[in-house]
Nanobody, 122 residues
Framework: VQLQASGGGLVQAGGSLRLSCVAA????????MAWFRRAAGKEREFVAGIRGSGMSTTYADSVKGRFTISRDSAKNTVYLQMNSLKPEDTAVYFC????????????????WGRGTQVTVSS
C-alpha cells in the first residue's frame, strides 16, 4: 500500500483545514487508517483512527470535538477535517495504515505516507 497525504498549510488560530490521504490499494477497506502528528522536538503521536468499515473512530483527547476522521472507499481516501485549530496543533501530519483494527501507537503501523505540514498561527 502506498499512501499520499496532502492538504496541509498555514492557517490562523480558529481556522480549519482538511487533510487527505489517498491509498494506492484496491483492498483499501481492509485497512484501518490513522493520522499521527509530530511537532518539533516531540514524539510522533496518535491523532485519530478509523476502522476499515468506517463504522468506528478513535480520537486523541486533545482533538476530540474539533477533528473528524472519515473515509471514502470509492476514492480510496481518508480525510481529517480539522476545525478550531490551535497553535499547538502545529505539526507534520502523517497518515498510516494497518491491516487490523485501529492501533494507538506508531509502532503498530507498518505503512506510512509522507507527512504534510500544518502550521497554525496565533
Amino acid at each position: 500500500v502506498q499512501l499520499q497525504a496532502s492538504g496541509g498549510g498555514l492557517v490562523q488560530a480558529g481556522g480549519s483545514l482538511r487533510l487527505s490521504c489517498v491509498a494506492a490499494e484496491r483492498s483499501f477497506s481492509r485497512y484501518a487508517m490513522a493520522w499521527f502528528r509530530r511537532a518539533a522536538g516531540k514524539e510522533r503521536e496518535f491523532v485519530a483512527g478509523i476502522r476499515g468499515s468506517g463504522m468506528s473512530t478513535t480520537y486523541a483527547d486533545s482533538v476530540k470535538g474539533r477533528f473528524t476522521i472519515s473515509r471514502d472507499s470509492a476514492k480510496n481516501t481518508v480525510y481529517l477535517q480539522m476545525n478550531s485549530l490551535k497553535p499547538e496543533d502545529t505539526a507534520v501530519y502523517f497518515c498510516a495504515a494497518r491491516s487490523m483494527s485501529v492501533g494507538l501507537g506508531p509502532f503498530e503501523y507498518d505503512i506510512w505516507g509522507r507527512g504534510t505540514q500544518v502550521t497554525v498561527s496565533s
